[in-house]
């Protein structure tokens, strides 16, 4: 094969490994919503008492050769009753192209009155580094544009987040990707579609007047993302709180629908999610599966 062809198939390669990576950033995992929202908004970290640990592995689009995969760990610490910690590692692959992204954040969590009313507020810094995959190439690998691909150097981004919280309502917002947003020349490679932007809101309504054995959890979001239209969620969580049991289904104007089962018990949290598209991706993809574990430690009695 004519080195020139060569080159044309590992940049179209690119292309799609880009567009692929794109496609799976428009739908965050199915936790981020109601059981870890440190995952996208650092205000957040810190809000429980002791020491959160949070895994999650998802598969994308199982029957397309090099579909995404997205991989997290998470962990988050209140060190006192004002202050959280946190630390938020994010592994994506997608074809050719891995990128890898790990932030620490500082959270700052004030009492504004009753109804455990607080305003909280977070920032994290970090680096963010993606590259291309040689082994998973099938051509010349010393093609000098890959080889100009992994030359560019990690760089340095950082998230800002905001939240207001009490015994029933949650409203939050995170600016991501700092650079990206207020830096337009940062953009310098495949790193397509970046979120902008996102804002949610959810509240607790108890179903029996006595306890809150029952509780239904509407939810409603917003997202802007770097060169797409807008995103709507709208969703709902059902929990079962004497059995640790929970329920919900969040469906993004993306056109897919979430839908997610979960264990919610004192020391940890297991959640089953799985990712169903619903507009024109459909006759290309299965769908993604989504599994979670959350691990509480140090937590006061």
Same mark, same amino acid.
């Given at each position: 094969?004519?080195?020139?062809?060569?080159?044309?198939?590992?940049?179209?390669?690119?292309?799609?490994? =880009?567009?692929?990576?794109?496609?799976?950033?428009?739908?965050? &995992?199915?936790?981020?919503?109601?059981?870890?929202?440190?995952?996208?908004?650092?205000?957040?970290?810190?809000?429980?008492?002791?020491?959160?640990?949070?895994?999650? #592995?998802?598969?994308?689009?199982?029957?397309?050769?090099?579909?995404?995969?997205?991989?997290?760990?998470?962990?988050?610490?209140?060190? *006192?009753?004002?202050?959280?910690? $946190?630390?938020?590692?994010?592994?994506?692959?997608?074809?050719?192209?891995?990128?890898?992204?790990?932030?620490?954040?500082? =959270?700052?969590?004030?009492?504004?009155?009753?109804?455990?009313?607080?305003?909280?507020?977070?920032? *994290?810094?970090?680096?963010?580094?993606?590259?291309?995959?040689?082994?998973?190439?099938?051509?010349?690998?010393?093609?000098?544009?890959?080889?100009?691909?992994?030359?560019?150097?990690?760089?340095?981004?950082?998230?800002?987040?905001?939240?207001?919280?009490?015994?029933?309502?949650?409203?939050?917002?995170?600016?991501?990707?700092?650079?990206?947003?207020?830096?337009?020349?940062?953009?310098?490679?495949?790193?397509?579609?970046?979120?902008?932007?996102?804002?949610?809101?959810? #509240?607790?309504?108890? @179903?029996?007047?006595?306890?809150?054995?029952?509780? @239904?959890?509407?939810?409603?979001?917003?997202?802007?993302?770097? $060169? #797409?239209?807008?995103?709507?969620?709208?969703?709902?969580?059902?929990?079962?709180?004497?059995?640790?049991?929970?329920?919900?289904?969040?469906?993004?104007?993306?056109?897919?629908?979430?839908?997610? &089962?979960?264990?919610?018990?004192?020391?940890?949290?297991?959640?089953?999610?799985?990712?169903?598209?619903?507009?024109?991706?459909?006759?290309?993809?299965? $769908?993604?599966?989504? @599994?979670?574990?959350?691990?509480? @430690?140090?937590?006061?009695?």
């Amino acid at each position: 094969m004519r080195r020139s062809t060569i080159k044309r198939l590992t940049t179209v390669l690119l292309l799609m490994a =880009a567009t692929l990576s794109s496609n799976a950033q428009l739908n965050p &995992f199915q936790a981020s919503y109601f059981q870890n929202r440190y995952l996208y908004n650092p205000a957040t970290a810190g809000m429980s008492d002791g020491l959160n640990i949070s895994t999650g #592995y998802r598969q994308q689009w199982n029957n397309i050769p090099g579909g995404p995969k997205n991989m997290i760990l998470a962990a988050d610490l209140k060190p *006192s009753d004002r202050v959280g910690l $946190g630390l938020n590692i994010a592994d994506d692959q997608s074809g050719l192209i891995r990128q890898t992204r790990i932030m620490g954040t500082y =959270a700052y969590h004030l009492p504004l009155g009753e109804n455990n009313q607080q305003l909280h507020f977070g920032l *994290s810094f970090g680096v963010d580094d993606s590259r291309v995959n040689y082994a998973a190439i099938h051509g010349d690998v010393t093609d000098e544009q890959v080889a100009q691909y992994n030359q560019l150097k990690a760089y340095i981004d950082g998230d800002f987040g905001i939240a207001y919280t009490n015994n029933h309502l949650y409203i939050g917002s995170a600016i991501p990707n700092l650079k990206s947003a207020f830096f337009k020349t940062s953009d310098s490679r495949f790193d397509a579609d970046r979120l902008l932007f996102v804002g949610m809101a959810s #509240y607790k309504i108890p @179903l029996q007047s006595d306890d809150r054995s029952f509780v @239904l959890e509407p939810l409603a979001g917003y997202r802007i993302v770097k $060169g #797409y239209d807008n995103i709507i969620d709208a969703g709902v969580n059902f929990t079962l709180n004497n059995y640790g049991l929970y329920m919900e289904s969040v469906y993004h104007s993306s056109k897919s629908l979430g839908i997610a &089962f979960g264990l919610d018990q004192d020391a940890y949290a297991i959640n089953l999610a799985y990712n169903l598209e619903t507009g024109p991706l459909a006759q290309y993809t299965q $769908g993604a599966f989504e @599994l979670g574990l959350k691990l509480r @430690l140090f937590k006061k009695p």
